[in-house]
């Protein structure tokens, strides 16, 4: 690590040229969040608070319609139904959705994005002709049934059957026992008329896995149709606009040719044939297809981060409250250190999270396009999926509940949103892959690339590593490093301080945190590797934590990789020391927060330790007056915000307060302070 003593720059005056940021921010695809930013506008498509949830219900599926009849829905289908096979731009422009209303947003992925998605990615050009029209205009609402009661997260051992008969040419779907109830099914309550149905394919008595099916679902009058049961989840946490339920299926025929055969086919005698032979791996290629969703999520937390944050900073600098400084003014809440220290890292998190999910977004194209669709470009995508869905989503929720305390009272509010986006956002941590379902894929992968590393070493490579490793721990566990450190900062708060501000040093930081962390859990796993399954399981429960952190480690690096790169397209230098300032807090704050782990594994001495708290409430101060243009350049409009505390009524009632006050205090007529009195009754006592 470099240890040269960094200067702040005197040429640069620090300021945001906000046009440009926001061009930053909409990133490639640009136009299509533009095209879904006006639209959504549409005050018919904005949620109503206080419905009830059978009124939220039929509003949204009314505000369905409008989004069918408006044709952005068709932007990733092929230019054959009216598409434009753009798979990059629906993302963005879906992202948009959710400052009209999570519920709306949600229940267009699950009919376009994952019912309509299944049949396309799924099934074949035949499939297509057949389902796709009614799919697209809504003539026929959808639902994806893959959940069970009993298997979430594990989809491949879900207990849905579908067993074919060679009689009638058909697949008999069944419910085996209750667990394998289909359930928190959107649209499944009222309104889906077919659905897109995981279940076990068995056919000539060998089972195949999970495999997806084509099923009617209710008549022309919305009656389930026979062997079918459909109940209604009722009213939930958050999404009240979407009617979650259940579906059990009893002995129902479903006819061969609606299974959805890209990766698997049956013949009419039962015979099963598939382009994969792998059983695994046709099963991941499968739901490798459905991974928009956890695209889309990403992009969905991090516009509601930003809805929320432009609330709590617009109002963070116009409310005032206690004379700290001054005897007749009020301090502007984001003047005070503690509210820069609720607001700006997230803030700086959100514009991180909002750099990777364009990262994200541009592999989900590379792959969905066919430009770059490789089997290795798929697992990279899932991977980096898997890894910024928890981040970006538990963040969100992190974001909203900081932002509305920010606000106090007024954040209660129901009118400024911060309730309700943060009970809909809620269970994004969890479907699409639960975030911590997804942290332990990540971490296998983590683990597998660092094994891989070394499947062809020869001996010399091999013994090179071990030294270069060996020296690193022994430096580290005698605190050789830390010494070293603290040698050269003796003395020196400022050079130690800086060391921090360093691009590499940074890189350094985090990336030797991920390492180590790999290499640790992966030297504990590799003693089990030769034991019976039973233990093998053991082994990995009990350092499942470990597993989880190294994951979350890997997550931060992705974020700060991909601010550091936005930083290289921002050509105003003003903008670009704001927001590399920006950087910094990401990085240091993430950095503060495991500060635990760099002191007990000897990466950072306490000396330095000891700088960084005080450096990054520098930073803090150094952004606190750019902060309103940083928000300002999300670009969202009044009719996306929809909060007062951004609407700019707190000005006018703080100005009106003070010219109040002022003028009191030139009259006559201003009462006497009690304080003020007593004070002049001593003075004329003493006097006396």
């Known amino acids: ?365 590379d792959v969905f396009s066919g430009r770059d669709d490789t089997d290795a470009n798929r697992q990279e995508l899932e991977t980096l999926a898997a890894a910024i869905k928890p981040t970006a989503t538990w963040h969100a929720l992190d974001t909203i509940q900081e932002a509305r305390e920010a606000c106090g009272g007024a954040g209660f509010i129901s009118e400024n949103r911060f309730t309700s986006l943060r009970a809909d956002l809620d269970v994004y941590v969890t479907f699409e892959g639960d975030n911590n379902v997804l942290l332990q894929l990540v971490a296998k992968r983590l683990l597998s690339d660092y094994a891989s590393e070394f499947k062809n070493a020869d001996v010399a490579a091999l013994a090179s590593y071990v030294a270069t490793q060996a020296g690193s721990t022994v430096m580290h566990r005698f605190g050789l490093r830390q010494a070293l450190q603290t040698v050269q900062d003796t003395g020196d708060e400022r050079r130690s301080a800086n060391w921090f501000k360093q691009t590499e040093v940074q890189r350094n930081l985090l990336t030797s945190r991920v390492r180590q962390m790999v290499v640790d859990v992966a030297n504990e796993l590799r003693s089990a590797s030769k034991l019976p399954q039973a233990e093998q399981a053991k082994v990995f429960n009990e350092h499942q934590y470990e597993i989880i952190n190294a994951a979350k480690a890997h997550a931060d690096l992705l974020l700060w990789e991909a601010f550091t790169d936005a930083l290289d397209h921002i050509k105003d230098p003003g903008t670009k020391e704001v927001m590399t300032w920006l950087r910094d807090i990401y990085a240091l704050t993430t950095i503060e927060q495991t500060l635990d782990w760099y002191l007990g594994n000897g990466r950072i001495s306490v000396q330095r330790a000891r700088t960084l708290s005080p450096y990054i409430n520098r930073l803090l101060a150094r952004v606190r007056p750019h902060v309103q243009d940083v928000v300002d350049a999300f670009g969202y409009e009044p009719e996306h915000i929809r909060m007062e505390v951004a609407s700019g009524d707190e000005l006018i009632r703080q100005e009106e307060a003070m010219e109040y006050y002022r003028k009191m205090r030139a009259s006559t007529d201003a009462p006497v302070d009690e304080k003020v009195l007593r004070e002049r009754e001593k003075t004329a006592a003493r006097r006396r």
Not at 37 to 60: C, F, P, Q, Y
Not at 90 to 105: H, K, M, R, W, Y
Not at 167 to 185: G, M, W
Not at 336 to 346: D, E, K, M, V
Request: hydrophobic share 40%; aromatic share 8%.
């Open 1 to 365: 690590m470099a240890e040269q003593l960094n200067t702040e720059p005197t040429d640069i005056v620090a300021s945001v040229n906000i046009a440009e940021l926001e061009e930053l921010l909409l990133g490639k695809w640009a136009e299509a969040r533009r095209g879904s930013r006006k639209l959504v506008k549409d005050s018919r498509l904005h949620k109503i608070e206080g419905l009830t949830k059978e009124e939220h219900r039929a509003r949204v599926m009314e505000q369905m319609h409008l989004l069918a009849e408006a044709g952005m829905v068709r932007k990733p289908f092929p230019e054959e139904f009216g598409g434009e096979s753009d798979n990059g731009g629906n993302i963005a422009a879906f992202e948009e959705l959710v400052t009209a209303d999570p519920s709306l947003q949600i229940k267009a992925g699950v009919h376009w994005g994952l019912f309509g998605s299944a049949v396309l990615h799924l099934g074949s050009a035949e499939h297509h002709r057949r389902w796709l029209p009614d799919i697209l205009d809504l003539t026929v609402p959808g639902a994806f049934a893959m959940t069970e009661v009993g298997h979430g997260s594990d989809v491949a051992s879900i207990g849905t059957t579908a067993t074919y008969d060679a009689d009638s040419e058909a697949f008999i779907l069944h419910s085996p026992f209750p667990a394998a109830t289909k359930r928190y099914l959107g649209n499944a309550a009222n309104d889906a008329k077919d659905a897109v149905v995981f279940a076990q394919l068995i056919t000539n008595g060998v089972n195949h896995g999970v495999h997806c099916f084509y099923v009617n679902i209710r008549d022309d009058q919305g009656n389930p149709l026979p062997g079918i049961t459909i109940t209604d989840d009722g009213h939930k946490g958050g999404l009240n606009g979407i009617d979650n339920g259940r579906f059990t299926f009893d002995h129902v025929e479903v006819p061969r040719t609606h299974l959805l055969d890209r990766y698997g086919s049956v013949e009419p005698d039962g015979t099963y044939s598939s382009p994969i032979d792998s059983p695994g791996r046709r099963f991941f290629t499968m739901l490798g297809t459905l991974v928009q969703g956890r695209v889309s999520l990403t992009g969905a937390a991090v516009a509601a981060s930003r809805i929320a944050l432009i609330g709590a900073v617009t109002y963070g600098n116009q409310r005032r409250q206690f004379n700290a400084a001054s005897s007749t003014e009020e301090e502007v809440l984001l003047d005070y250190q503690l509210h820069q220290r609720r607001l700006i890292p997230r803030l700086a998190t959100t514009l991180a999270a909002g750099f990777a999910q364009e990262k994200l977004l541009e592999k989900f194209d």
